[in-house]
């Protein structure tokens, strides 16, 4: 029993259909070698499939481009005119842009004023006013970000003065508070309070003798070191 005539038509299951597309791409590339080895032919295939994927073969001794040359050269078609014209007005297009944005640039400078009606001096003195408030809001955004800064690093700076100085004042008044007795060997020789800094205060003390009534009942020396 033969198989079914296939009718040609589009496969509207998108399974099916790229199934039957990957079976036939590879039964036309080995038809495409197998021309190419028995009959020495050159052949070139390009496919695209309708997700958009590329599949091509080119002979072993030739080129793609060369066989389209040769193609052009045999049907008189050039293929490349109309992208060629379409890049080149594609340019045209990037050359009048930048003429126009040079042209501004030196209207901004103050240059090429000549032949400029008043209409368009308006306009260019509006743009300008524009562009002078943009770069003075920035210029104030930038001011009062250092500005807030270098309070933050001020007051920063303050707080640790402030910190160092209550320090000091402790240290201060715990050595103002521990005071020693230097013993100097002798009853009869001077006491010497210190204050834990650089006052050194030492009294002498003679003692009351009851047989001296005629004498002071104590002598005091005091000397501030």
């Known amino acids: 029993m033969g198989r079914g005539k296939i009718v040609i038509k589009k ?12 079976k036939r791409r590879t039964g036309i590339m080995k038809k495409a070698k197998e021309l190419t080895v028995l009959c020495d032919a050159q052949v070139s295939i390009i496919m695209f499939s309708s997700t958009g994927k590329l599949s091509e073969y080119c002979s072993p001794s030739s080129e793609t481009k060369s066989i ?8 008189g078609i050039n293929l490349w ?32 004023l000549d032949g400029i009606g008043i209409k368009e ?10 562009a002078l408030k943009v770069v003075r809001e920035r210029k104030y955004h930038l001011i009062g970000t ?21 320090d000091l004042e ?25 204050d834990g800094g650089s006052h050194i205060y030492a009294i002498q003390v003679q ?17 501030l070191a």
């Open 207 to 223: 003692p009351n003798q009851p047989n001296l009534q005629g004498i002071a009942y104590g002598f005091y020396d005091l000397r």
């Open 68 to 75: 389209f040359d040769r193609y052009q050269q045999v049907t």
């Open 146 to 166: 250092q500005t807030d800064t270098y309070k933050k690093k001020l007051k920063s700076a303050q707080e640790a003065h402030r910190n160092l100085l209550q």
């Open 81 to 112: 005119s109309a992208q060629y014209e379409k890049m080149q007005n594609y340019l045209n297009h990037l050359k009048e842009i930048n003429r126009n944005l040079r042209k501004e640039i030196r209207q901004r400078m103050g240059e090429g």
């Open 121 to 130: 001096l308006r306009g260019l003195e509006q743009n300008l006013d524009e």
């Open 170 to 194: 402790i240290e201060g008044d715990q050595a103002a508070y521990g005071y020693a007795v230097e013993d100097t060997g002798s009853q009869d020789g001077p006491v010497v309070l210190a």
């Open 11 to 22: 496969i509207e299951n998108p399974t099916n259909r790229q199934v039957t597309y990957s």
